[in-house]
């Protein structure tokens, strides 16, 4: 029962986690969401396989960076904690170690990580997609969500096509008019 309980929380962590990173990439006004996540977009890959010190105590650089990732991950794995104590920490242990040693150039900004495995686990050319285009390629851990919400980018390539096609046949109506 307990592995059943994991993995139903773990999918609901990650699509809350997912939904506040799609928030995060809304242009409105008062988007606090957005304030603290850009931060994050202006990491560039260095190589580095050690984390600096301060990520050990989940100080990722600054408020900014730390609230990003308090917010989006950490937080409702507390909450959790109140309502399944062993699955929470559990994903707790899980977020730390990604956080800590793997995230930064390890796995999430890693260019050299192509393939098939970029399909089910967004790091590597995944999520520097996410970098490069900002409007897909949202998901974090599991791709599931991109690919359910059709938010990957090749839907996002097959979006500007339609789009472009669109433009192109309405522009030509008109110029036969």
């Known amino acids: 029962m307990f592995f059943v309980k994991l993995l139903v929380y773990f999918f609901l962590w990650t699509l809350y986690s ?3 990173h ?12 957005k304030y603290i996540h850009v931060k994050h977009h202006s990491y ?9 010190l301060s990520d050990y105590f989940f100080w990722f650089g600054g408020l900014r960076a ?3 990732v308090w917010i989006t991950f950490t937080l409702p794995l507390l909450l959790l904690l109140f309502i399944e104590f062993d ?25 050299n990580i192509t393939g098939k495995i970029t399909r089910f686990i967004p790091i590597g050319s995944f999520h520097m997609k996410h970098h490069k285009y900002y ?23 097959a979006r500007n096509k339609k789009i472009r ?3 192109h046949a309405h522009t030509s109506k008109a110029e036969n008019v």
């Not at 409007?135 to 390539?157: A, E, G, V």
């Open 18 to 20: 997912y939904t506040i």
């Open 22 to 33: 799609v928030i995060a990439h809304l242009n409105f006004r008062f988007n606090f969401l």
């Open 44 to 52: 560039k890959y260095t190589g580095l396989k050690w984390p600096p």
């Open 66 to 68: 730390s609230l990003d």
């Open 87 to 111: 699955v929470a920490l559990t994903l707790l242990v899980f977020h730390y170690f990604y956080e800590v040693f793997l995230s930064r150039d390890i796995l999430d900004h890693n260019p």
């Open 135 to 157: 409007k897909c390629n949202y998901s974090l851990f599991i791709t599931f969500w991109d690919y359910l919400f059709r938010t990957t980018d090749s839907c996002l390539d």
């Open 165 to 167: 096609e669109a433009r």
